[in-house]
């Protein structure tokens, strides 16, 4: 079983999707074994994103994820960094297949609804930005 880590971001939290964005993981299959809603400050997005620091689209980008609440969740299945990766598609929504979240539910490349680990290796590490291993339970 794999542990993957998902954000619901501030565009789906405020247009009320999360049950709906829920039901897609469990529907695949995907267990839901921590979750919890919080807003991040700029300088903690900014932290969780560093890889992206010398993009150009950073600076707004760690604004609009700090703009409101978002729903950190771990996800946890067979193959599900894999599976996640699967369901919520392209990262631009205009990109992404029919029937994924991103394609459903996001707006734009930026407010593209969802994240998700896109290894293993980092989703151990996005998972201990959220989550103590006390949260997760399975
Ligand atoms: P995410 O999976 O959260 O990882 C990094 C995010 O940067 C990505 O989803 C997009 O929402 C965002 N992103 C990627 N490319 C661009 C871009 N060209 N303009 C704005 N945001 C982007």
Not at 69 to 84: H, K, M, T, W
Not at 110 to 120: F, R
Request: hydrophobic share 40%; net charge negative.
């Amino acid at each position: 079983m794999e542990r993957t880590l998902s954000l619901i971001k501030p565009d789906a939290v405020s247009r009320n999707l999360t049950g709906a964005i829920n039901s897609r993981f469990e529907q695949a299959g995907l267990r839901i074994i921590a979750q919890k809603r919080l807003r991040l400050t700029t300088s903690q997005a900014e932290k969780f994103y560093e890889i992206h620091r010398e993009r150009a689209f950073y600076g707004s980008f760690c604004e609009y994820m700090s703009s409101g609440p978002i729903v950190a969740q771990v996800l946890g299945g067979e193959n599900a960094v894999l599976r996640n990766r699967e369901l919520m598609g392209a990262t631009n929504p205009a990109n992404a297949e029919i029937g994924t979240i991103r394609r459903d539910f996001g707006e734009s490349i930026e407010h593209n609804a969802v994240h998700g680990s896109d290894s293993l290796e980092n989703a151990a590490v996005e998972i201990g930005f959220f989550f103590s291993e006390l949260e997760i339970i399975e």
